[in-house]
């Protein structure tokens, strides 16, 4: 299993659309880049094109290689292929970071979610998110209303499949 994409940071975004990457962010792109030329800087893949959500979601280059290989497994004409490529291939875009870490978010990205002068990094395992900060936290989360709806003593662990119905420890 491969690096992960983990935590929350908010950075400047400039004038130009300039915004760095988290440092960790940075290593997971480079290690998940392994095919680029030598010397140069790792891509992510930013897929902008479900317009129900305030954010992007931004892929490694080998994440998305995964995606290419289950899509490529559908039949041609599968409605449900037809659409995943639309998402996929022509709603994203490949963004290879400078040599500062940094990527640059059109101003037209910029708008589409509302981003000014800072966005929001939020690691998503094997993806990340790129928000405003001023989109209200239970619109890019659904911790705190699953929490809520969970007994105290029953552990969020307990949500991962392994773990599925099994009684609370002791």
Same mark, same amino acid.
């Given at each position: 299993?491969?690096?992960?994409?983990?935590?929350? =940071?908010?950075? !400047?975004? +400039?004038? !130009?659309?300039? &915004?760095?990457? %988290?440092?960790? @962010?940075?290593?997971?792109? =480079?290690?998940? #880049? $392994?095919?680029?030329?030598?010397?140069?800087?790792?891509? &992510?893949?930013?897929?902008?094109?479900?317009?129900?959500? $305030?954010?992007? #979601?931004?892929?490694?280059? /080998? /994440?998305? *290689?995964?995606? #290419?290989?289950?899509?490529? *497994?559908? +039949?041609?004409?599968? %409605?449900?292929?037809?659409?995943?490529?639309?998402?996929?291939?022509?709603?994203?875009?490949?963004?290879?970071?400078?040599?500062?870490?940094?990527? &640059?978010?059109?101003? /037209?990205?910029?708008?589409?979610?509302?981003?000014?002068?800072?966005?929001? @990094?939020?690691?998503?395992? !094997?993806? @990340?998110?790129?928000?405003?900060?001023?989109?209200?936290?239970?619109?890019?989360?659904?911790?705190?209303?699953?929490? /809520? #709806?969970?007994?105290?003593?029953?552990?969020?662990?307990?949500?991962?499949?392994?773990?599925?119905?099994?009684? %609370?420890? *002791?």
């Amino acid at each position: 299993m491969g690096q992960r994409f983990r935590g929350t =940071d908010t950075h !400047k975004v +400039d004038a !130009k659309g300039r &915004v760095s990457i %988290p440092a960790d @962010f940075r290593r997971v792109l =480079d290690s998940g #880049d $392994p095919e680029r030329e030598p010397g140069q800087n790792p891509s &992510v893949i930013v897929l902008f094109g479900d317009t129900r959500n $305030p954010w992007f #979601d931004c892929y490694t280059a /080998a /994440a998305m *290689e995964e995606i #290419d290989a289950l899509i490529e *497994e559908m +039949d041609d004409g599968d %409605p449900d292929r037809i659409v995943l490529e639309e998402y996929f291939y022509a709603n994203a875009l490949t963004i290879r970071l400078d040599d500062a870490g940094r990527l &640059v978010l059109t101003r /037209a990205l910029r708008e589409r979610i509302g981003i000014t002068d800072q966005a929001c @990094f939020q690691g998503r395992g !094997k993806t @990340f998110r790129i928000f405003s900060p001023d989109v209200p936290g239970e619109a890019v989360s659904q911790l705190g209303a699953r929490l /809520a #709806d969970m007994p105290r003593e029953r552990s969020i662990a307990s949500l991962l499949p392994s773990r599925r119905g099994r009684a %609370p420890a *002791e």
